[in-house]
Every structure is written in structure tokens, then in C-alpha cells.
Nanobody, 125 residues
Framework: DVQLVESGGGSVQPGGSLRLSCDAS????????MGWFRQAPGKEREAVAG???????RYGDAVNGRFTISKDIDADTLSLQMTNLKTEDDAMYYC????????????????????WGRGTQVTVS
């Protein structure tokens, strides 16, 4: 089975930075999409960023310009560099992957993804 394991979460002050990583060992669907989502208590899940096999990248409006998604195929790792963190970024962050081909237009659609990690907590205060 494919497993996604997130790491890198923690506590940081507003304005600080964190780098999240997602170990995607066993995930060999190189033609498909991977992404980051987040969910804060009492709020709906929110798309953070997605990356397609063709290099297409999409960011959620709330993080555009502050977060950077990247994929290291050789290392089977998906990363999310977060800068200028704000209190509203406080949430559980989840790594996600699709086992079927997806299109760039679907990168921020949660229904695109059918493989999810357990999440890593980011606290900004």
C-alpha cells in the first residue's frame, strides 16, 4: 500500500517559516498529482497547493506568494516551504496524492486525491 507520511510541522511565531515534507515512498504514479491541504478546527478543509506531473502548480489564494510546493521525484518527497506565516495558517496540514491521472485544473480540488497522509500540525502564535 502507498503511504504518505508528513513531517516538519511545529510551532512558529507570525512572520516565521517552516518546511513541511511528505514521504511518498511506494507512490509511483508519476503521471498524477500531489498536493497539500489544511484544516483548522471548526473549518472546512482548504486547498493549499498542488503540483502536476507536467510541472503545473496551483496555490490557494490565501497562501499564494508565501508558500512554495516542490517535488523531488528521486527522493519520493513532496515539500511545502512556508514563509511569512500568519496566525490564520494555523492548521493540520495533509499531504495528498492521486492514483489516477489528473489535470492541472483539478490540482486544488480535494476530490482529485484518493491517498492521504495523517497530517502534521502547524501552530502559528
Amino acid at each position: 500500500d502507498v503511504q504518505l507520511v508528513e513531517s516538519g510541522g511545529g510551532s512558529v511565531q507570525p512572520g516565521g517559516s517552516l518546511r513541511l515534507s511528505c514521504d511518498a515512498s511506494g507512490y509511483t504514479y508519476s503521471s498524477n498529482c500531489m498536493g497539500w491541504f489544511r484544516q483548522a478546527p471548526g473549518k472546512e478543509r482548504e486547498a493549499v497547493a498542488g503540483i502536476g506531473n507536467d510541472g503545473s502548480i496551483r496555490y490557494g489564494d490565501a497562501v499564494n506568494g508565501r508558500f512554495t510546493i516542490s517535488k523531488d521525484i528521486d527522493a519520493d518527497t513532496l515539500s511545502l516551504q512556508m514563509t511569512n506565516l500568519k496566525t490564520e495558517d494555523d492548521a493540520m496540514y495533509y499531504c495528498a496524492a492521486s492514483s489516477t491521472r489528473c489535470w492541472p485544473s483539478a490540482l486544488l480540488d480535494g476530490t482529485t486525491y484518493n491517498i492521504w497522509g495523517r497530517g502534521t500540525q502547524v501552530t502559528v502564535s
